[in-house]
């Protein structure tokens, strides 16, 4: 096999400057190339995903990494990812979702969306308000065919789960 | 002449602060503005750097589209300048010159927007909607300025998107 390859790189640890900077030195140092990524910090946790690829040994990408994951006391992990198809679902639809925190609210909606065929594209949840009254906020792009579907679909789960849902299409003006 | 490729990012032009109009006509210029931008499937405005020329001139048009309110057809502006605005919406803006996102931007809802017409008639248009957030979105590129930029939340603000098409030519 020719060419660069692919790794998924997964960091998560407490939060504090310079992981970002401490991460991306080691790959940098190794020569990889940042392809996409994202992060953010989840409770207090910093977490980064990335794809990378590059031309080196595996060996020397994880001894890099590991030797990162020390100096800055985070959690890194590699995989070999075979390299994807670019073109993607485009997100249709925003979903948000939201009311008094309990299990099971992420798997019933996301669970209907699956069965209506519905991809997730994106998801951000946070639980906000007091310790005493959590409420549980949950916001999702999702690449939907039938907006419309979607909307009595999901109205009817968040009444059964006593949750709030509303359904809005992503529309972008081209200037 | 007529149909241009629209630059992208990262080409330096899309970065710079264009260079005033002045007195001088630039018919070449107007008609290429306005056939790039036509030839564009859903462009509404293109402004003259987007076509690698840093000078400050922009065409739009926002007839017809679902969110026009007030439309004053196809105009064409030179040394355009944004004396007056008021309130502010967010609204999700796709440009050619930025492949592959779209961003919510905030904009003024309405705007006074002076400048001069092609032909060196002095153009005082004052409008709100769709049409203000159009000129607000090319004069910005007079500026050097582009939705990526303008974003205050990279997490909610910025969205993936189809490619829009090449223009054709």
């Known amino acids: 096999m020719s060419g660069p390859h692919h790794y998924a790189v997964t960091v998560i640890g407490n939060d504090r400057p310079g992981i970002v900077a401490g991460v991306t030195r080691a790959l940098f140092e190794t020569g990889c190339n940042l392809e996409d990524a994202t992060s953010t910090i989840l409770r207090g946790h910093f977490s980064m995903m990335l794809v990378i690829s590059s031309d080196g040994p595996q060996g020397t990408l994880e001894a890099s990494l590991a030797g990162a994951a020390d100096d800055l006391g985070v959690m890194i992990t590699v995989k070999p990812v075979e390299e994807a198809a670019l073109d993607f679902d485009a997100p249709t639809h925003m979903v948000s979702v939201y009311g008094a925190d309990h299990p099971g609210i992420v798997f019933r909606i996301s669970d209907a969306l699956a069965s209506a065929g519905a991809n997730v594209t994106d998801l951000t949840s946070r639980i906000i308000g007091s310790p005493e009254e959590p409420v549980y906020a949950l916001m999702m792009e999702v690449a939907a065919s039938d907006g419309k579907g979607l909307e009595d679909l999901l109205t009817g789960i968040a009444s059964e789960i006593g949750v709030d849902v509303s359904v809005h299409p992503i529309e972008a003006d081209l200037l | ?169």
Do not use: W
């Open chain 2, 1 to 169: 002449m007529g149909i241009h490729p629209v630059l992208r990012i990262p080409e330096r032009v899309l970065k710079r602060t264009a260079v005033a109009m002045g007195d001088a006509p630039d018919d070449e210029l107007v008609a290429d503005l306005i056939d790039t931008m036509r030839a564009s499937p859903g462009c509404v405005g293109l402004a003259a750097p987007q076509i690698g020329v840093s000078r400050r001139a922009l065409a739009l048009d926002v007839t017809g589209h679902p969110k026009t309110k007030r439309c004053h057809g196809l105009v064409v502006v030179f040394d355009p300048v944004v004396v007056e605005s008021s309130g502010r919406e967010v609204g999700r803006e796709g440009c050619m010159s930025v492949p592959d996102l779209t961003a919510n931007v905030a904009r003024a809802k309405r705007v006074v927007v002076h400048g001069r017409s092609p032909e060196g008639e002095v153009l005082a248009i004052e409008t709100d909607g769709f049409e203000a957030r159009a000129f607000q979105h090319e004069i910005d590129h007079l500026d050097g300025l582009l939705i990526l930029d303008r974003v205050s939340s990279l997490a909610t603000d910025v969205f993936r998107r189809k490619v829009y098409q090449e223009p054709r030519g």
